[in-house]
């Protein structure tokens, strides 16, 4: 389990990357709090959504050398959701795989609604482009 949540969640090295130049043009930033891993403390981290990964840094300062804390993986996530009811703080919102769910804090409503909404749409999108990806597989066979 510890492997899965290393490579989902947090340890990101860069050619966890994929490709990704995260240091320019995002999709969106912004700052938000996560829970630690291993210590379940909340901490505020900078991060940045491009091309369905989700990478967070412990610094606003991102350059091509920053390695990422972190990476969530847009294809992993089946949900996204409010929770202020489940972890019991404002501006709480959850996404979840088939295995975890991580929380987050936003610093506003607008900017929680801002991230599920963005979030959101990445996750459709990209499951539209495995089920285009499927049925090419299925015509071609």
């Known amino acids: 389990m510890q492997a899965l949540t290393n490579t989902l969640w947090g340890g990101a090295k860069k050619d966890s990357c994929g490709g990704v130049e995260f240091w ?7 700052w938000l709090q996560k829970q630690g891993e291993i210590i379940k403390t909340w901490r505020r ?12 840094f412990k610094s606003d300062v991102v350059t091509p050398d920053s390695v990422p804390r972190g990476v969530i993986d847009v294809n992993k996530c089946l949900s996204i959701k409010g929770a202020e009811d489940t972890i019991n703080k404002a501006n709480a919102f959850e996404i979840s795989t088939q295995t975890e769910s991580m929380f987050f804090i936003a610093d506003t409503d607008k900017e929680k609604e801002d991230w599920i909404n963005a979030i959101g749409r990445a996750i459709v999108k990209h499951s539209r482009s495995l089920l285009e990806h499927d049925r090419a597989d299925y015509t071609n066979n």
């Open 24 to 30: 320019h043009s995002p999709e969106r930033c912004g």
């Open 45 to 56: 981290r900078w991060f940045v959504m491009k091309q369905g990964k989700i990478f967070w």
